[in-house]
């Protein structure tokens, strides 16, 4: 019963959890450089082939993060609507 009334609050944080994987950068950088996360190969690709190699992956990120902050918008205001 929870399940069906709770589903739209588990799948925003689900997508606030996948962006915040998405923007971590330092503590990968420092701590674990391998496996390669997307903002790290940016960092790589740009300080040893310049900005011709990193505009790609870039390009690709800013649109996978734009996607799943639209989602997320999508998500709250349905959620504010109904509380209106």
Do not use: Q
């Amino acid at each position: 019963i929870s399940l069906p009334l709770a589903w739209k609050n588990i799948l925003s944080g689900l997508i606030m959890m996948f962006a915040r994987g998405l923007s971590e950068f330092g503590a990968v950088v420092i701590v674990a450089y391998h496996p390669m996360i997307t903002p790290v190969m940016i960092y790589e690709r740009f300080g040893s082939f310049g900005l011709k190699y990193a505009r790609p992956v870039s390009v690709v990120f800013i649109l996978v993060c734009l996607l799943f902050f639209i989602l997320l918008r999508t998500l709250t205001k349905e959620k504010e609507h109904k509380n209106a």
